[in-house]
């Protein structure tokens, strides 16, 4: 938990939270967007668009577990496809949830605490939406409890050695400690709305998840134990997740995926595309519900810096494939890096170059960082950059394979596409609803930003 | 802050004392400590810094309880992989060693995570005897305001040197909003 959250005076950047609020304002703010804010018709026709392509999703998983895998563009030697890419780029968007409520709190970065709640949640949403890919892509989903191990009738068990076992030990670990972490920092909020609201149905609801809590100071110090350790936890998880990934890549022959770049440029990447998610996210929600006291321009152009940190350190990894490329006297490396330059391809990775590296080269600059509309545009571009680049890593490099007899095209189908869609549905579904469900700014963190709850130990019992 | 003292001390869980601000709790919450009063009880909307310390709570067993979870994880994760690859499903490829600990990392650790972060949600949960959907506190009217601006201490009738009159009078001098009787 942040504690040590007081700006000094000389702090003259825009603070973290509007100045006026009060511990029962900052509640009610936040409390009655859930509680008493009635459904506009923007929400539900908005509500309405995302179902429908969640139900398009719906539909593509149907078909699909009709067919088989054949609806989908990948052959032999593309067996990955739209799958893998989409899985990797919706895992990466997690990330940055993850970097925010875990990382930042670690670096008590007080500003952290207004945008954390919904990055966690943009985080599980992403790694639902992350999950339905391998899922699917077994071709018998139904039987994809065989990745676990578990005593069966076969006598057979996974193989630990396998990219793939490890990828799945991975992803459910960080989908659940995902789950965990949201909903140990929401307890203390669900107190707030079950005490807030009116109707005893609500009550019963959020007292239940709120589990009796109380806010006694015994249970505050173990929470904020558990709390602490919990993001000490999910720190190291979060880069291991990306560099399992990677290693789906890293750790098989084909050119452009053997390297040893692929874990921190993977991790770097994937916290790139997460923080572009949340200001995609963030910049019209506080413009709807009239947050922009509490994610202020200076979170949104934290996320800017963070954007070109990152960005930056994506940008390097390409110049390093590049480099090995040409240093490791490689034919193969070097007909990769020529493939990509000048293959099918090309257009594809020339537009991953100047959405990832170029464009966002304008964060330099202050007044693109504060404006929320560049903002958002470069953001979004950076998302479509980051899809690219796991397009490029996964097409590109089976596409041309050693053996000229195994070379092959990749072409998506309309189920690709519309697979793809459906999770966006799915994901801006479940958003559509937590907005409107749960507290979407953590209630009692928010508090901690004000002054006044810093007590101070009275003079006499320092000892 | 009229309240009508029962004589019975076991029929009341204890007295509550209402504040205004975190800093007049934790000056409360001192004072009753120093006055000798162990079973007390502060709550506040939001963690505040020094409050579980001054009323006698210094150490919480919830780091014990995720390095026990952590270690099962990681224990457990590494001794299962063994036993597949080397005893019960063994693999020969070409010749390479059964007990290929490197590959065996990754699973372990992510495995320590996943039992040390359930732990430390469970643990956090479990000790602070959690769920408990009735508690005497939530009989007071007031007390509605703990999870939003206001601040409580409790003394409980438990306590041995509760005395509902002599407790009361202590409390009123802490300079309380308003003092109620909890009921049990």
């Not at chain 1, 929400?43 to 539909?59: A, E, K, P, Q, Y």
């Not at chain 1, 994809?144 to 009738?153: E, G, I």
């Not at chain 1, 903002?375 to 397009?391: A, H, K, N, Y």
């Not at chain 2, 000798?36 to 309880?65: D, M």
Request: proline letters at 5%; glycine letters at 8%; charged letters at 10%.
């Amino acid at each position: 938990m942040a504690t040590n959250t007081q700006i000094p005076a000389a702090d003259r950047r825009v603070p973290v939270i509007a100045p006026g609020y009060t511990f029962s304002t900052i509640g009610e703010k936040i409390s009655n967007i859930v509680l008493s804010r009635p459904v506009s018709l923007g929400w539900i026709v908005g509500f309405l668009i995302v179902f429908g392509m969640m139900n398009m999703l719906m539909m593509c998983l149907g078909y699909l577990f009709i067919k088989g895998t054949g609806i989908w563009g990948i052959n032999i030697p593309i067996g990955w496809g739209f799958a893998i890419v989409n899985f990797v780029w919706w895992i990466g968007i997690g990330h940055a949830g993850t970097l925010i409520s875990a990382i930042l709190c670690l670096l008590r970065q007080a500003w952290r605490n207004s945008i954390n709640r919904f990055a966690e949640a943009m985080t599980l949403f992403a790694v639902a939406c992350a999950g339905i890919f391998p899922l699917a892509h077994t071709g018998r989903p139904w039987l994809a409890y065989w990745l676990f191990p578990y005593p069966n009738t076969m006598r057979y068990w996974p193989n630990f050695r396998s990219p793939l076992v490890w990828d799945v030990v991975a992803v459910s670990t960080y989908g659940t400690i995902s789950l965990v972490f949201w909903f140990v920092g929401l307890i203390p909020d669900f107190a707030t709305l079950r005490d807030k609201s009116e109707s005893v149905w609500v009550q019963r609801i959020y007292g239940l998840l709120a589990m009796g809590w109380r806010g006694s100071a015994r249970h505050w110090h173990r929470y904020e134990t558990a709390y602490l350790l919990l993001a000490g936890l999910a720190t190291p998880l979060v880069l291991s997740v990306h560099t399992v990934v990677s290693f789906d890549f890293a750790v098989g022959i084909v050119p452009g995926w053997h390297t040893t770049i692929f874990p921190p440029y993977f991790v770097a990447g994937a916290i790139y595309s997460g923080f572009a998610m949340v200001v995609c996210l963030a910049i019209p929600i506080r413009a709807i519900y009239g947050l922009k006291d509490f994610i202020t321009e200076r979170h949104l152009e934290n996320a800017a810096k963070v954007m070109l940190a990152t960005g930056l350190i994506v940008a390097y990894g390409y110049f390093m494939e590049a480099f090995m490329g040409w240093y490791s006297g490689s034919q193969f490396d070097s007909f990769l890096l020529w493939n990509r330059l000048h293959g099918p391809y090309r257009y594809v990775y020339l537009a991953l170059l100047l959405c990832n590296i170029g464009i966002p080269q304008v964060f330099w600059l202050k007044k693109f960082r504060v404006s929320t509309f560049w903002l958002w545009i470069i953001s979004f571009v950076v998302l479509v950059g980051m899809w690219l680049e796991r397009f490029i890593i996964v097409v590109v490099s089976l596409s041309r394979d050693f053996l000229t007899s195994s070379w092959g095209q990749y072409y998506p189908t309309k189920w690709d596409w519309m697979t793809f869609a459906g999770t966006i549905g799915l994901f801006l579904t479940a958003m559509w609803l937590f907005v409107r469900i749960l507290p979407m700014i953590s209630i009692f963190e928010m508090r901690t930003l004000l002054p006044e709850s810093h007590a101070h130990e009275p003079a006499e019992v320092k000892q | 802050m009229s309240t009508s003292i029962s004589t019975n001390d076991a029929a009341i869980h204890g007295l509550m004392a209402e504040f205004d601000s975190a800093q007049e709790l934790l000056d409360a919450a001192h004072k009753a400590h120093e006055a000798g009063y162990q079973k007390v009880e502060a709550y506040s909307p939001f963690p505040v810094e020094g409050l579980a310390e001054a009323i006698g709570f210094h150490k919480n067993r919830v780091p014990l309880v995720v390095l026990i979870g952590g270690l099962i994880g990681g224990i457990s994760a590494y001794a299962m992989q063994y036993w597949v690859a080397v005893i019960t499903y063994p693999v020969n490829v070409g010749g390479r060693p059964f007990h290929s600990w490197p590959s065996f990392i990754i699973v372990t650790f992510e495995l320590t995570i996943l039992f040390g972060g359930l732990a430390s949600a469970i643990g956090m949960i479990a000790l602070n005897g959690l769920p408990m959907p009735y508690h005497p506190v939530f009989n007071v009217a007031e007390f509605a305001k703990a999870s939003d601006n206001k601040f409580f201490l409790v003394v409980e009738s438990s306590d041995p040197n509760f005395d509902a009159a002599r407790t009361h009078s202590f409390l009123s001098g802490l300079g309380p909003r308003m003092i109620a009787e909890v009921p049990s």
